[in-house]
């Protein structure tokens, strides 16, 4: 072996170990540890370096479909591998690539594959791609997508692949008002990722998940005179929302590509590039595939359009869970069609990585044509100095390394940045419900000193010039926020204790809490772990984390201060409101007796009962007026012999058969 080949192994070794952990980090624990860039530019030159050797050692990612999956749902193997595509950056080879066929041209979305099968009409399986041989089981969750259709006309065995995706307008809506992070999602990708795997498909249902079907692998007795096309116009008179494609030959496709790239700027759905499927599926399917891509299609990457500028400085971002991000300011470049002169560098090793220091000429892109990122660091003087104070607050910063990745954190847990989250409970909607509050007006006001505590949001008076002239309030803003302050002030106990975000209290067991102890809160405070116990969904972990807020002096100052602020109403009692203690119910489908689902469960509460949504061995009563339905609720209340009710079922129950709304 040559000195040259040697070398060049050394490199491609280096280079599967980086890349490798890159795919780990990202795929499995929602972390970036080097950019879309670098990681392109170190893949390419893997498979420059294994053409040139002719060498392929084992484990590169070049062969690998994709990384392991780890998850406590179901696995299942595939029938036939999911394959990866290969790809190019170039429209020419593209048109090479089709020659004189036909094709589909449609969107690369970013999200999560998933595999549906379809019996007798019923979606009975939903499979995630996991590493393109085993997949996770998410039929559950699949089922609470928001459009896949549950039931379809056709009859016979249906297999399609598509892509859970969560579009841009409910990624930016849920990271604004979600209370159950630490911290805002970095892309919709993670956040579907997450979403369609979660143990809990409320959780699911919540997320808002599409489905965007682009294969169809399975349909029996079905003739499609060898078309794609023909396949997808049928799955979408199945009822399936199809990924939007345009027919191309060698000719037509740099137009539709143009199309495309002009249309991404404000496409809704994330999107990484572009797939060319050929039209004609025997000739696409007697092509074969390789050890790792399908040769009957391609993707398209969007080639960087790429910028050199100037490094002005290190802009230090402080967040809610005390992560202090660095973010490269730089003269204003056009990118994409549009002037970009911020970029976020994701942590310090990255940081550190490309050397970077005030004045240095650096290259900046767009990842997908949308996110800023630095390509490259051309000087590499690497004069950036780590802020030893938090920007917020002052107080000390200490560098953790979590894995091989090292992060700025904030030390002072008094500040300010991270009392976003304890005040976006406090006036979220099931606590005081303050309306206008956003995270981003709590955040001006925390960083302008107007908000210390909680007692602080009702004496916005204090600052009324300051708030009207910040950048977009006003005079309008100003009134329209102390009016739903005011309106806040009335407010029950339950929802005053929910909002103190105390660990594992939620809205159901503050109101146990108050029934409990009869709406005395000095009591409650003060109260010891074998009083809590007794209360119905209060175990020894939540009693721990009661007695353990209510220990500090800081935290009864707070509530005391709040309290002074709020008149309590008072809920009256009566002798029915111990008639369901103890019983679990789930509400699903649609109410005739009561205004709708949540004045039932407020019913139900009321009477010592508690609301899930899910059926589970600890359900006692399903509430569904459509009693005799096949709806996964009845299905799995049937198999663990769970009483159904209707609405009139339980009005009998709870002795209320005259129930008004």
């Given at each position: 072996m040559g000195e040259n080949q040697s070398t060049d192994l050394i490199r491609m070794k280096e280079l599967t170990a980086r890349l490798l952990e890159a795919s780990k980090t990202y795929y499995q624990e929602s972390r970036e540890i080097m950019s879309n860039f670098e990681y392109d530019q170190m893949y390419d030159e893997l498979l420059k370096l294994e053409a040139e050797t002719g060498t392929v050692l084992a484990g590169s990612p070049t062969q690998k479909v994709g990384y392991e999956i780890l998850s406590e749902l179901p696995k299942e193997a595939h029938e036939a591998p999911m394959l990866s595509l290969?790809?190019?950056?170039?429209?020419?080879?593209?048109?090479?690539?089709?020659?004189?066929?036909?094709?589909?041209?449609?969107?690369?979305?970013?999200?999560?594959?998933?595999?549906l099968t379809y019996?007798?009409?019923?979606?009975?399986?939903?499979?995630?791609?996991?590493?393109?041989?085993?997949g996770e089981v998410i039929t559950n969750n699949a089922r609470v997508f928001a459009n896949i259709p549950l039931k379809i006309a056709y009859p016979g065995q249906l297999i399609l692949r598509g892509e859970a995706v969560i579009k841009y307008s409910d990624f930016n809506r849920i990271n604004g008002e979600i209370e159950d992070v630490d911290a805002k999602y970095k892309n919709p990708r993670n956040l579907c990722s997450g979403s369609v795997r979660q143990l809990n498909n409320q959780i699911t249902a919540q997320r808002n998940v599409n489905f965007e079907a682009f294969a169809l692998v399975r349909a029996e007795n079905v003739?499609?005179?060898?078309?794609?096309?023909?396949?997808?116009?049928?799955?979408?008179?199945q009822g399936f929302d199809v990924v939007e494609y345009r027919r191309v030959t060698a000719e037509t496709l740099p137009e539709a590509v143009s199309e495309f790239a002009e249309k991404i700027q404000t496409y809704d759905i994330p999107s990484d590039g572009l797939v060319l499927l050929l039209e004609d599926i025997a000739y696409g399917e007697s092509l074969g595939r390789t050890a790792k891509f399908?040769?009957?299609?391609?993707?398209?990457?969007?080639?960087?359009?790429?910028?050199?500028?100037?490094?002005?400085?290190?802009?230090?971002?402080?967040?809610?869970?005390?992560?202090?991000?660095?973010v490269a300011i730089f003269e204003p470049v056009e990118l994409e069609g549009t002037t970009v002169s911020r970029a976020s560098v994701h942590n310090i090793s990255i940081m550190e990585a490309l050397e970077l220091g005030e004045g240095d000429t650096i290259t900046v892109y767009k990842a997908n044509m949308i996110i800023p990122q630095i390509a490259e660091n051309l000087t590499r003087s690497g004069k950036i100095r780590i802020p030893g104070q938090c920007p917020v607050c002052g107080g000390a910063t200490e560098i953790r390394q979590m894995n091989d990745v090292r992060s700025l954190y904030c030390t002072n847990p008094d500040c300010q940045a991270k009392k976003i989250k304890s005040f976006a409970l406090l006036v979220s909607r099931d606590a005081l419900n303050i309306d206008g509050f956003s995270e981003a007006t709590l955040e001006k006001f925390i960083a302008a000193g107007f908000i210390h505590t909680y007692a602080d949001i009702f004496h916005l008076d204090r600052h009324q010039e300051a708030i009207i002239s910040m950048e977009g309030l006003g005079q309008r803003s100003y009134d329209n926020l102390t009016a739903a302050v005011k309106k806040a002030s009335d407010t029950t106990l339950p929802r005053v204790i929910y909002g103190l975000g105390i660990a594992g209290i939620g809205l159901a067991n503050a109101k146990m809490l108050c029934r409990e102890f009869h709406s005395d809160f000095d009591r409650m405070r003060h109260a010891k772990a074998e009083e809590l116990i007794l209360v119905d969904g209060i175990g020894a972990v939540l009693a721990d984390a009661w007695i353990a807020y209510f220990q500090s002096e800081k935290n009864n100052q707070l509530v005391d201060g709040l309290l002074a602020e709020l008149t309590i109403e008072q809920e009256a009692e009566s002798q029915e409101e111990a008639v369901?203690?103890?019983?679990?119910?789930?509400?699903?489908?649609?109410?005739?007796?009561?205004?709708?689902?949540?004045?039932?469960?407020?019913?139900?509460?009321?009477?010592?009962?508690?609301?899930?949504?899910?059926?589970?061995?600890?359900?006692?009563?399903?509430?569904n007026n459509d009693v005799a339905s096949n709806s996964s609720k009845n299905k799995k209340a049937k198999e663990l012999g769970i009483p159904i009710l209707s609405e009139q079922d339980f009005l009998e129950l709870i002795g209320e058969n005259d129930h008004a709304n």
């Open positions: 290969d790809k190019t950056k170039e429209v020419t080879e593209l048109q090479s690539w089709l020659g004189t066929q036909e094709a589909l041209i449609s969107w690369k979305l970013d999200g999560l594959t998933i595999v019996e007798g009409g019923e979606l009975v399986k939903a499979v995630t791609r996991g590493n393109g041989e085993i003739d499609f005179h060898n078309s794609r096309e023909a396949q997808f116009q049928w799955l979408k008179q399908p040769r009957n299609s391609i993707a398209f990457k969007w080639a960087d359009e790429i910028r050199e500028t100037h490094l002005q400085e290190i802009e230090w971002s402080a967040s809610r869970t005390g992560l202090i991000n660095p369901l203690a103890g019983e679990t119910f789930v509400i699903t489908g649609s109410v005739e007796h009561f205004a709708n689902r949540k004045v039932l469960q407020e019913v139900i509460e009321a009477r010592g009962g508690k609301v899930t949504g899910s059926v589970t061995a600890k359900t006692t009563y399903l509430i």
